[in-house]
């Protein structure tokens, strides 16, 4: 009795479950028949697995329903957009309907609603605006955003030309190196502090959010916060998100130690902030003295702001510059190409800046390819719908969620031909492809630190071609994923040397086309203090005023000794002025100059003979 009671129950309930998923599915684009409770979870578990990762998975589905799908998680229905076009019409001319942010779960549970990536409304917009404006500050008049990322540059490569300099180049693991240097870029921009390697709290807090990252499965995304928070649950929170909340701590740290260098009088803020800290300090400071009571800038506030803003900065700029080498190590004719391109630019004479841009088409065709084969999310953030909206002409019920699938679209055979292969020549062919080239998303969620990775992508790859060669350090890695079911889509594991061109002033004269030229090349490099090995003596030519003052005035005595060499001591055999040393070059270069000095006094010989033949001449 109580089991066909039980099963009327069931029957019952799964029952009015279909119905309602059934009335729910009209007001969605077509996808596969979901089950209640578990939705598509098992058809998407499946076709992902048979198709070899998460794209290739929503490939099939897009094959199969077209270019707008959806796909149900559980209960709740996703929208994919996998048309550019679709998703230019909806997330930038109707941007108002398309920009809201779904932000539960795993998204929302350190951040609860503050930060820039997961609020919403009127919070967002304030925090965003500002963060735009500080970053967009930094790139005005002095360019500070230009000065730290080539600063920064500078000091890794300099550094691990110190302590990572084997067979004739930098050796380096790639993700490392460049973890490290983007990492010391957004924390100078953020809090104006550069990590060191084996600084041990930014290799565990590296180590932390990769893991955590690493741990968050689309289930998790998906749990609500109030299942994230409840003590039951805290085996899995724990697991999955200790690592963010260790982040979350270093941010705290950092402001804790910045208000306490202000009030001891160590960190003084001027007009202008130098960093994204400062900037946030003086707008509290600004609402405070404008009586803005409920003013939402302030300390917790800075904290999460200063969490989203690194971990969105570090980890997508850093793997998209290991992806990038690892499509140049796969292809020296593109490096052959870009360095013919920047030393004509150049001259090989000085770094390459921003306002080269304009002149450098074949490495900006470069780093678009390089950010449509990294594509680093293999799912896109999902944003939602408030009301009832049409996508590609179907009614879309409000409560979905939806995204534009970046991966999908970069991939797409129709718009990116022989879409698996590394090709910048695709860009400079058709300049109207640029447009389908969406990385950093679309509309008013779009990326806010497009520029600023824009600008890191464009000075680290292109000085990194003109400093060094790039050599693989064992077999070439594959142009491949290895996280082909993460949220994340990384590149493979690799070492790599830099090698640094030959030292001799030879090749760097004919790589600046002269010597003087070339000098200034090897002292942009290795700074004004440098030895060139003539053969097998060293020369050390001064490139400093300061310094030349200092050792051929202050200190003559020991600076005066002419280097007579071979073809010099020739003709004078040790004789005359300029190759004779010592006693005999005291004498005579005392008596010349003497006698020139006789000729310039009284009846003035030097002058009269001058005069008169300029005349004659
Ligand atoms: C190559 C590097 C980068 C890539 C490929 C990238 C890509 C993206 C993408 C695809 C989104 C989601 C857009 C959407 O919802 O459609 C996003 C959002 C975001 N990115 Fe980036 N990003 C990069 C670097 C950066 C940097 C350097 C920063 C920080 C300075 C940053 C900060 C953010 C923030 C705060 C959001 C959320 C924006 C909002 O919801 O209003 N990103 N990024």
Redesign the pocket.
């Known amino acids: 009795m109580v089991i066909m009671l039980l099963f009327f129950v069931l029957t019952f309930v799964i029952g009015v479950l279909t119905i309602n998923l059934w009335r729910a599915r009209r007001k969605l684009p077509k996808g596969p028949t979901p089950l209640p409770l578990i939705g598509n979870f098992h058809q998407l578990a499946y076709t992902c697995w048979k198709a070899g990762g998460t794209v290739a998975g929503y490939n099939e589905f897009r094959k199969e329903f077209g270019k707008v799908f959806t796909i149900w998680l559980g209960p709740l229905p996703t929208v994919h957009i996998a048309d550019v076009e679709v998703a230019h019409e909806t997330?930038v001319k109707r941007a108002n309907i398309f920009g809201v942010?779904y932000s539960n779960g795993g998204i929302n549970y350190i951040r609860e609603d503050k930060g820039?990536?997961?609020s919403n409304g009127e919070y967002?917009q304030e925090h965003?605006r500002f963060?735009l404006a500080t970053?967009r500050n930094f790139g005005l008049g002095r360019n500070i955003m230009e000065e730290k990322i080539m600063e920064e540059y500078r000091y890794r490569f300099q550094d691990y030309k110190r302590t990572n300099f084997k067979n004739g180049g930098i050796e380096v693991h790639a993700s490392s190196c460049f973890d490290l240097l983007v990492g010391s870029i957004?924390n100078t921009?953020l809090v104006s502090e550069r990590f060191e390697q084996g600084d041990e709290e930014f290799d565990y807090m590296l180590e932390s959010v990769e893991r955590s990252l690493g741990r968050l499965s689309i289930f998790d995304s998906f749990t609500p916060p109030w299942i994230l928070k409840s003590d039951w649950w805290q085996w899995r929170t724990k697991y999955v998100f200790g690592g963010l909340e260790f982040l979350l701590g270093m941010a705290k740290r950092q402001i804790e130690r910045r208000v306490e260098a202000i009030s001891n009088g160590e960190h003084a803020i001027g007009e202008d902030a130098e960093d994204f800290l400062d900037a946030f300090l003086i707008k509290m400071d600004k609402d405070k003295r404008d009586g803005i009571v409920d003013s939402s800038f302030n300390l917790d506030s800075l904290a999460i702001d200063l969490f989203?803003?690194w971990l969105?900065?570090?980890e997508?700029?850093s793997?998209?510059m290991v992806w990038a080498c690892v499509c140049l190590l796969n292809h020296p004719e593109v490096v052959a190409e870009l360095r013919r391109e920047l030393l004509e630019v150049t001259g090989g004479t000085r770094c390459l800046t921003l306002r080269d841009k304009p002149n450098t088409p074949y490495l900006n065709a470069t780093i678009n390819e390089i950010?449509r084969i990294?594509s680093?999310?293999n799912t896109?953030?999902f944003?939602i719908l408030e009301e009832d909206a049409l996508i590609d002409g179907q009614i879309v019920s409000a409560g979905a969620v939806f995204?534009?699938q970046?991966s999908l679209l970069h991939t797409d055979e129709a718009v990116f031909k022989d879409n698996t292969k590394f090709d910048p020549g695709r860009f400079m062919e058709n300049n109207n492809l640029e447009k389908n080239l969406i990385?950093?998303?679309?509309?008013?969620?779009?990326?806010?630190?497009?520029s600023?990775?824009k600008a890191?992508?464009y000075l680290i790859t292109g000085n990194l071609i003109l400093d060094f060669d790039l050599e693989p350090i064992g077999p070439v890695p594959e142009i491949k994923t290895t996280t082909p079911f993460g949220l994340m889509k990384r590149p493979p594991s690799y070492n790599i040397r830099f090698p640094v061109p030959v030292y001799t002033i030879g090749y760097y004269a004919w790589k600046a086309g002269g010597i003087v030229t070339g000098f200034r090349e090897i002292e942009r490099i290795y700074e004004k203090n440098f030895t060139l090995w003539m053969g097998p003596i060293p020369t050390v030519p001064i490139a400093d005023f300061e310094i030349a003052h200092e050792t051929h005035v202050k200190r003559a005595h020991t600076f005066e000794v002419r280097w007579v060499y071979g073809p010099m001591n020739f003709i004078r055999e040790g004789r005359g002025i300029a190759a004779s040393n010592g006693e005999f070059w005291q004498e005579h270069r005392r008596f010349a100059l003497k006698t020139l000095r006789d000729f310039g006094m009284g009846r003035n010989i030097m002058e009269g003979r001058i005069v008169e033949e300029y005349n004659y001449r």
């Open positions: 997330h942010r820039v990536i997961s967002w965003r963060a970053l957004i921009m989203d803003l969105a900065g570090q997508t700029t793997t998209t950010q990294a680093i999310f896109n953030i944003r995204t534009a970046i990385a950093f998303g679309l509309g008013k969620r779009s990326c806010l630190g497009e600023l990775a890191e992508l």
